[in-house]
């Protein structure tokens, strides 16, 4: 799979290029989008891990129009994906892994406790503008997926209350999405499913998930 995910990157960056060559319709917008939304939880090894947030903001755009309506574009995102224990448990982590486990005796009560992934991803769009302000985007993104973190907030034996982080948790380094999104004039909403395990096999929870939410387009 991650053979396929850098060839398929490889071809599209080299039609990207020849066709811009050819072509004057072609654009790079910064900034292009942020989208916020919930991230699911799907075919999970473990019960007690729960959904939670993404944020996803899109670092450029670089496309080209083959017709006034559409627009297939290349470009990069920065997106955290984050991931809760269920009430009354925690991740526990060290030598980069992590599991999910009931508290300690040192733990008089657990205020929340989530796994973070940050990662870049890559996006290859198709967008299609219907009149002047709805337009629809399909596509899909390769994904580098950075190590992950783990942070526990609870309240000790001595009614303390306590934060514990541990980074480097171990990921599935390349991983892929597929994604839609609907917009109109600028403000819609978007779903994605990333069909890849998140962690590495043995480093923590098996799992992997979708997200939904709604994404805000800055104007070009």
């Known amino acids: 799979m991650k053979k396929i995910i850098l060839v398929a990157a490889f071809a599209v960056i080299s039609v990207f290029g020849a066709f ?11 900034v292009h989008n942020m989208r916020f939304g919930y991230a699911g939880v799907l075919n ?21 129009r083959p017709y ?4 297939i574009s290349l470009g990069a995102d920065f997106i955290v994906d984050e991931f809760n224990a269920a009430e009354g448990n925690y991740f526990l982590s060290e030598a980069h892994k992590t599991a999910i486990v009931s508290p300690l005796l040192s733990f008089k009560d657990i205020r929340g406790s989530r796994a973070g992934v ?8 198709f967008t299609q503008t219907i009149g002047d302000k709805l337009a629809l985007t399909l596509g899909a993104s390769a994904k580098v997926n950075l190590n992950a973190e783990t942070t526990t907030d609870y ?25 839609l999104a609907v917009t109109y004039d600028d403000f819609g909403i978007y779903a994605s499913y990333s069909p890849m395990k998140v962690f590495e096999n043995g480093y923590g929870p098996d799992f992997n998930f979708f997200s939904v939410g709604a994404i805000f387009r800055i104007d070009e």
């Open 118 to 125: 940050l990662a870049f991803a890559f996006p290859l769009n």
């Open 155 to 179: 309240i000790s034996v001595f009614d303390d209350r306590c934060s514990q982080s541990v980074a480097g948790i171990h990921t599935n380094r390349l991983t892929y999405d597929i994604h």
């Open 20 to 30: 811009a060559q050819e072509n004057a319709s072609v654009y790079f917008d910064p």
């Open 68 to 71: 006034s309506t559409g627009a």
């Open 44 to 64: 999970s090894s473990d019960n007690n891990l729960m959904g939670g947030f993404e944020f996803g903001l899109n670092l450029f755009e670089f496309g080209v």
